[in-house]
């Protein structure tokens, strides 16, 4: 049981870091950003502008990247990812409402965002609906298989809420993939040893019986 409960707050901590680090991608971190928020060819102004919102939101200053991020949407409502990362902010904030609201409108701008798709599976997991948590990351990993946290979070889904334990570990194995390290996440590494001897236990049992 104990290591039950220290499995679960190593999920907690590490879900709570990719959700920030999702987040905040603007360029770079992935196709699917880029793709939603092409930067790359606004002025360099505008730019900066979102950087400052994404630095303060970064240092945790969220009244501030709140405010930079409100007025950046107004000014330009086109881009997606700035209301995810608002989103983010009134979550902290514990205003459930109010970032529901954000991701629609992201994702009436772009249904495939990840980084929105990915955020709104995190809220509908903290309220309990499991199914819509799965549907959220279940489109992600469909629009961009490469999306990492998509898969991490669907492990973390099957794992622990819906004790699916082989999909848990499909999915766990696809994050492992998409790491980029040569062993991976040493903490998936060892949930996904445990799965595969939970998983293989039964198989075992049924062929003592049957041997007996």
């Known amino acids: 049981m104990s290591n039950h409960y220290s499995k679960t707050g190593m ?7 990719l959700l ?9 971190g992935s196709s699917a950003d880029e793709t939603a928020d092409p930067l790359a060819s606004v002025p360099p102004a ?3 502008a979102y950087g400052r919102a994404l630095a303060k939101l970064e240092q945790g ?8 991020l409100e007025l950046f949407i ?8 700035p209301y995810v990362n608002l989103a983010i902010v009134r979550m902290r904030q514990q205003d459930t409402a109010a970032a529901l609201e954000l991701l629609e409108q992201a994702l ?3 249904p495939n965002n990840v980084f929105a798709l990915n955020q709104l599976g995190l809220i509908r997991r903290q309220q309990g609906d499991f199914a819509a948590a799965a549907a959220a990351w279940q489109q992600a990993t469909v ?7 998509a898969w991490y979070n669907l492990g973390v889904l099957n794992d622990l809420y819906l004790r699916d334990l082989p999909a848990a570990l499909q999915n766990y194995q696809a994050y492992q993939n998409l790491t980029g390290a040569v062993d991976g996440d040493p903490a998936v590494a060892r949930w996904i ?5 939970r998983i293989g236990l039964p198989a075992q049992a049924a062929r003592a019986e049957l041997g007996r």
């Open 143 to 149: 629009a961009n298989p490469d999306y990492a946290n």
């Open 61 to 68: 200053d969220d009244a501030e990247a709140a405010a930079r």
């Open 74 to 81: 107004a000014e330009h409502p086109g881009f997606v990812n």
């Open 46 to 48: 505008t730019q900066k």
């Open 108 to 110: 009436a701008r772009d």
């Open 193 to 197: 040893a445990d799965l595969e001897r």
């Open 11 to 17: 999920m907690a901590a590490l879900l709570s870091a």
């Open 20 to 28: 920030v680090l999702s987040g905040c991608a603007m360029t770079g």
